[in-house]
């Protein structure tokens, strides 16, 4: 639905993510689902959940501003890594459940399954790994076979095939 920019915030001093809608699916599906998406992230204050910068229209285009993550995907790592230790997984673990919970609770679903959009990394004030953007998936261009022109999951992957047991081996029985 977008496409994600590494940008540099003039004003501030800083590295940022610039969001803008793409003017071909603007066309086709309208700018509602972009301003929602923006709306909505306004109002999310999590600290696993990246904040709002700005927002925007210029030269026709609709955008919004948030921190620039940098660091590698949870997916990349785990393609790297295979496994990540069980403390590490367990503190990620947690704080994503406590940012789906807060987004849950304020009547957002997280439609982005996957470790695309889990920045493993900690923050300087060691609030643990953030969650980019709940709503719809963010730090992703849309590119990406397993999505929908209009940005839905189209793949489906059991928990057997994902490796998504619920239980901590060794287990009795």
């Known amino acids: 639905m977008a496409t994600v920019y590494l940008a540099r915030d003039l004003k501030h001093g800083r590295h940022v ?31 696993h959940i990246l904040p709002l910068f700005d927002s925007g229209q210029a030269g026709g285009l609709i955008y919004y501003v948030m921190p620039h993550v940098e660091g590698e995907s949870l997916r990349q790592r785990l393609e790297r890594e295979k496994e990540l230790p069980i403390e590490e997984a367990l503190t990620l673990a947690t704080s994503v ?27 300087l004030s060691l609030q643990g790994p953030r969650t980019p953007q ?25 928990n057997e095939s994902g490796r998504l047991e619920v239980y901590v081996r060794p287990f009795p029985g």
Do not use: C
């Open 17 to 47: 993510a610039l969001k803008v809608l793409r003017p071909e699916l603007a066309a086709v599906l309208g700018i509602e689902r972009f301003l929602s998406e923006i709306r909505v992230t306004a109002h999310l204050q999590h600290p």
């Open 134 to 158: 709940l709503f719809l998936a963010n730090q992703f261009d849309n590119h990406s076979p397993s999505m929908s022109p209009d940005g839905r999951w189209v793949a489906y992957v059991s």
């Open 97 to 123: 459940a406590g940012a789906l919970d807060y987004a849950h609770r304020h009547g957002v679903i997280h439609r982005a399954g996957g470790g695309g959009p889990v920045r493993s990394i900690y923050t």
